[in-house]
């Protein structure tokens, strides 16, 4: 992996004695797309901003693009755009102004073209002239967007970024951010929409109370950790599961048989459960399969590992 951002070790203890971050380990490869999922107060906003210079780690070291967060903060934070949760712009100037002397903050030279092509990217271009204050909620987070990769940086940090807007613009979102990967950017998100993650991640991190619990290809999640559900219905309807039926339960008042296995489990599968139910005279009218999403996993994830680490305690 050709590693852009390197986190080793970082901690963070606030002032008043809580610990929002605790060892935490991660590499970033160049031109990926990540997603880091957790809960609320489980430590997104406190790793980006101590990557980004913000917050002052307790303990560990960062390095972006080589370049020491912290000892090199200038030439580190360069090559980072952060779009923030909140709203972080004058608002009594215009788009253009606005990208213009976010650019001129990194030390880059004027760039007009360049600046053009992220707003018309954004679709923004018709508004330059306006004020941030006239533009709606969506396009005033366009801008914040704009306002990031104005200075042509290697890794994008997008806090939340389809918090509370509306599903078009979720998904125009989405296209932006593929279309800025294309271009080579590498992009870091933190979301509560674990939709946001299938859709669009390669690789996915989850976080709880500080603590990265995994962080594993999107993909390999899904397949290892992945359920496959099997409804059967039954042509009459039974009191009790027959023996000899693992991993299966009654539902729908009897009317349903509910089988969940993993794919990859020796003995299980669809072919396996329909034998079993032939040896045992069983006769259905309709078969339905669900697989879990990765909101099932992380919902288990988040549970388990906590449940874990106050075990240990
Ligand atoms: N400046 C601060 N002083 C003390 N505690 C803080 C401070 N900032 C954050 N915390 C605490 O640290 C923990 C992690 O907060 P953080 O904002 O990083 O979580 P998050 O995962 O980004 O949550 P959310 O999804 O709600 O934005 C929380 O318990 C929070 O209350």
Redesign the pocket.
Known sequence: MDTILSVKGVGKT???G?T?LDAVDLDIGRGEIFALL??????????ISIICGIVTPSSGSITVAGFDAQREYKQARRRIGLVP?ELSVDMFETVLATCRFSRRLFGRAGHDALIEQVLRDLSLWDKRDAKIMELSGGMKRRVLIAKALVHEPDVLFLD?PTAGVDVELRRDMWRLIHRLRENGTTIIL?T?YIEEAEEMADRVGV?AK?RLLLVEEKGELMKRLGKRELDVALAEPLSAVPPGLDGVTLANDGRTLRYVFRPEDEGAGIPALLRRLEAAGIAFTDLETHKSSLEDIFVGLVHDGVHEREQAA
């Open positions: 606030y002032a008043s809580h929002a957790g809960p609320n107060g489980a430590g997104k906003t406190t790793l949760q939340e933190t509560h976080i500080g």
